[in-house]
């Protein structure tokens, strides 16, 4: 059967990579989460202080970003994780400081471009489902499944919620519906590929959704796609 790319973007905290997922597992397909790019980018722009709540040194992130060597790994577990020149540093980009850092991180146009190029190379072969904010725009404008996946934000921002408390992180829900606004405000407006939904993408807003349901309306996408 013929493999295809399938692009999938939309907002924060819409289970874009819990989909991304299942969907890849079912295929035999690899699976890229680019959000936790982003976020790896993030967190070593914070270790080597180029980055701080107010500031970011644009000139040393421009300076060093080919010195930030990314990959994923299975874990024994079977989750895909990932790893930062050579340390695996899942569960630490999964904070809500690293989460805001990556949204600044991911307006920079050097940082976009590189992980872009690295994007482009994993899906040459094809056999891949990716999600993020721009892959059916910039990353593959050419794919052949296109998704665009939406909630509504106090359903996001709930969901967000959840997780961080789950993980023991002490929140306020409020913060959390303030920063999913935020970043759903920056994802949008940034001037470098902005959060956009293609011409051609089949939208799919979960916020009523059960995820059996939502996996069996990808399901069906996916399969007329693979047809086509
Ligand atoms: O999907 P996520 O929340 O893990 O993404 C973290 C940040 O990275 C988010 O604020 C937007 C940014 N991002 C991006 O700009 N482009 C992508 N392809 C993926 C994520």
Redesign the pocket.
């Known amino acids: 059967m013929k493999k295809i790319i399938v692009a999938i973007d939309g907002f ?1 905290s819409c289970g ?1 990579s819990t989909m991304a997922k299942s969907l890849a597992r079912e295929a035999g397909y690899v699976y890229v989460d ?3 790019m ?2 790896a980018v993030a967190l070593f722009c914070l270790r080597k202080g180029w980055m701080t709540e107010s500031n970011i040194d644009v000139e040393a992130v421009e300076k060093h970003i080919s010195e930030i060597s990314l990959s994923f790994k299975t874990s024994s577990e079977g989750k895909n994780e990932i790893w930062l020149n050579g340390e695996n540093v899942e569960s630490e980009i999964r904070t809500l400081a690293v ?1 805001e850092s ?2 600044r991180i ?1 307006t920079l146009q050097a940082v976009r471009r590189e992980l872009v190029r690295q994007q482009q190379l994993m899906g040459l072969q094809k056999g891949i489902v990716m999600d ?4 059916g725009t910039v990353v593959f404008p050419e794919a052949e499944l296109k998704v665009f996946l939406t909630a509504r934000p106090e359903v996001r921002a709930r969901r967000r919620f959840d997780e961080l408390t789950a993980k023991g992180e002490q929140v306020v829900f409020e913060d959390v519906l303030r920063s999913t606004l935020e ?1 759903d405000e920056r ?1 949008q407006n940034r001037e470098e590929s902005p959060l956009r939904q293609a011409a051609d993408a089949q939208v799919i807003d979960n916020s009523e959704l059960t995820p059996e349901e939502q996996q069996e309306v990808l399901r069906q996408m996916f399969a007329k796609a693979v047809l086509n």
Do not use: E, L, N
């Open positions: 924060s874009k680019t959000g936790a982003y976020r989460s990556a949204s991911s993020g904010r721009d892959i970043r994802d």
